[in-house]
Structures are given as structure tokens and as C-alpha cells.
């Protein structure tokens, strides 16, 4: 992947996004975790005769800093853009525990809802006066597997974005 900005700098946020996406197609800890499509990472796919290592590094300002795990990686409070999560966001979710995802939304509008669907489950709260929202997600057993996460506004009307693969085990 290229990234090409010859108007400015990538903001941060977005530094940190692409570096995950890197790292992540690298697998550095060649777990073999493959995208929802199946498709493996370069490394597991050749067999092992390749190692791919990647990282975007800023030349003139500071390392970015954060979590860069890629098995099960976290999404940042920052992550979704449009949304402040008041916590990271798992890409590993357990069957049976209850999460708690709260947030602000940070875009200009007025939103009436927050949706996360994993896989064909949908889960909404209602954004208040204050612009925040808490969601509460609960899996079952008939949810295990790999999903795509999407998250967007107002019976995603406003789809936010689409992230893959996240697990539910």
C-alpha cells in the first residue's frame, strides 16, 4: 500500500491506521490469522519463504506512539473515525461477556443512533443531547467465528466504517 499526500502530512490518526494495516499484512507474530475472506498473510501464504516487515515511520516529528498488536489488535479511541470511544475496542470478542462500548460522536449533525453490527448481529444505543452514547453488546455461541465489524449512524444511514477480520469465540 502507497500513501500519497503531497499537500500535507498524514494526520496522525491516519499514520496509526495504516501503520496497523501494514504491520498487520506482515503478521510479525506468524499467527496465521487470515482476513474474513480467508486470505492468509505473505508469510503464511509462501510458506514461510518470505518475511515481510513493514512500518511507516514519520521522518521530521515524533514515533507514533500506541499498541500496534495486529493478532488482536484493538481499535484506538480515535480509530472510528466520526466516534471518541471512551475505551479501545476489541477485535476479539468471547461468547457470553457483556461489552460496554462508550463513546462521543464527534461529527457536526444531528444523530439519533450508534450501530455496531458483528456479523449479521446488530446492536444500537441512542446518541443523547450531550451527543454520547453506550452500547451494550452481548455474543452467543451461534455468533462464533470470524465477522466483519461495521459501525455507522442513524440505521447506518452514516456507515463509519467497516473493519475485518474481528472474532467471536
Known amino acids: 500500500m502507497i500513501v500519497v499526500s503531497p499537500e500535507r502530512l498524514l494526520a496522525e ?18 499467527t ?17 519463504r518470505i518475511d515481510v ?5 514519520p521522518r521530521a516529528q515524533l514515533p507514533i506512539d500506541g499498541d500496534f ?5 484493538k481499535l484506538g479511541k480515535r480509530d472510528v473515525p466520526g ?3 471512551k475505551r479501545e475496542l476489541p477485535s476479539r470478542f468471547e461468547v457470553g461477556r457483556t461489552y460496554r462500548i462508550k463513546g462521543k460522536v464527534r ?6 443512533t450508534v450501530d455496531l453490527t458483528i456479523g449479521s448481529r446488530v446492536f444500537s444505543a441512542r446518541v443523547d443531547a450531550k451527543r454520547k452514547f453506550s452500547l451494550r453488546v452481548k455474543l452467543a455461541t451461534a455468533d462464533q467465528g ?15 466504517c467497516r473493519i475485518a477480520p474481528v472474532y467471536v469465540d
Open 107 to 112: 461529527l457536526a449533525g444531528d444523530y439519533e
Open 53 to 57: 516487515q513493514t512500518e511507516i515511520r
Open 32 to 48: 496465521g490469522i487470515e482476513s474474513l475472506s480467508g486470505v492468509p498473510s505473505l508469510e503464511i501464504a509462501t510458506g514461510r
Open 146 to 160: 470470524r465477522h466483519w465489524l461495521t459501525i455507522g449512524l442513524d440505521d447506518f444511514d452514516r456507515p463509519l
Open 69 to 73: 498488536a495486529v493478532t488482536y489488535p
Open 13 to 30: 490518526e491516519d499514520l496509526r491506521w495504516f501503520n496497523f494495516w501494514a504491520k498487520r499484512v506482515s503478521d510479525p507474530d506468524v
Open 83 to 85: 466516534l471518541k470511544l
